[in-house]
């Protein structure tokens, strides 16, 4: 615990980059905190500061010192919390990023608030790339590749893209029957707010398609006006399993939508989970592991 006292001083030291301000906070002369970083540098066998009569910088070895520091004090703080939530229902405030994808989440969001009412969620639907840890959210919903090995992750679903027109257009236009014939139609396509690349359609080569007539970065909109009868969309199947029951949707191409993407849940790798984020990941799991679309 002298240690972990030590390794606290010392963040305490980088963070605000004066011994006299450490000792302020902390009820200590700054020759004490000036004293404990040095026992510190003597036990490791290296210099964390350098030091001037007006300065005060971390030296290289100080910088690597400091990134482990605060992981090890986030542990600590993370372990408290948990042994101090487990006698009682979860409880506190869970950061959660979810994609902008319409009609999948809701009913499962809602359900879990109805079962862990002590629980308050702060929800930002957003397609764009978001740092779990910097950004500051206990966990994520993301599709594609998952490159970040720090991470912990869990699958939820998978779900196909599907081409999509109305009855009115097919009548109109007629259906296309391969990827030549796909580019002659209207096409309502959505635009990546994180690249700005268009998304990549089945039978058709990204370089070699012309300007499309419609551009945007919402699936309601492009159900919408797929069923006004504005051209073909490529949509999420469960965006428009309504539309499709209904009559006012049909599918085109299907033999080569078969393709399928997964929804995962990320959140930083710890030995320490939280109860109240514990029980969202084993909900949300529950909630739409079973599922297809």
Not at 72 to 80: H, P, Q, R, S, T
Not at 175 to 184: E, K, S, T, W
Not at 186 to 204: I, N, V
Request: a positive charge.
């Amino acid at each position: 615990m002298d240690s972990l006292g030590g390794i606290a001083m010392f963040v305490q030291v980088a963070d605000s980059g004066s011994f006299s301000a450490t000792g302020r906070l902390l009820g200590l002369s700054s020759s004490a905190v000036g004293k404990s970083v040095a026992r510190m540098e003597a036990r490791l066998g290296a210099r964390l500061f350098q030091r001037s009569t007006r300065h005060l910088a971390l030296t290289d070895e100080g910088e690597k010192f400091l990134r482990r520091c605060k992981r090890i004090l986030a542990e600590v703080a993370a372990a408290e919390r948990e042994l101090g939530e487990a006698g009682g229902a979860p409880s506190g405030r869970l950061r959660i990023s979810l994609p902008r994808y319409s009609g999948l989440f809701e009913p499962a969001i809602a359900a879990f608030m109805q079962a862990y009412p002590a629980i308050e969620l702060d929800l930002d639907f957003s397609d764009a790339m978001v740092n779990i840890v910097s950004d500051g959210f206990d966990a994520v919903v993301r599709t594609g590749e998952l490159l970040d090995s720090g991470l912990m992750r869990r699958k939820l679903c998978t779900f196909r893209r599907l081409l999509v027109a109305s009855p009115a257009y097919v009548t109109l236009h007629g259906r296309p029957a391969d990827g030549a014939a796909l580019l002659r139609h209207q096409r309502l396509h959505y635009r990546f707010p994180a690249t700005g690349r268009l998304e990549q359609w089945p039978l058709m080569d990204e370089a070699a398609q012309p300007v499309p007539g419609m551009v945007c970065n919402s699936v309601e909109m492009r159900v919408f006006l797929a069923v006004q009868g504005q051209g073909i969309a490529y949509l999420p199947a469960f965006a428009v399993q309504h539309e499709l029951a209904a009559g006012q949707l049909v599918t085109l191409l299907d033999e080569h939508t078969q393709a399928r993407t997964a929804f995962w849940l990320l959140w930083p790798a710890s030995r320490y989970l939280p109860p109240r984020l514990r029980v969202f990941i084993d909900f949300l799991v529950r909630q739409l592991q079973d599922h297809t679309f």
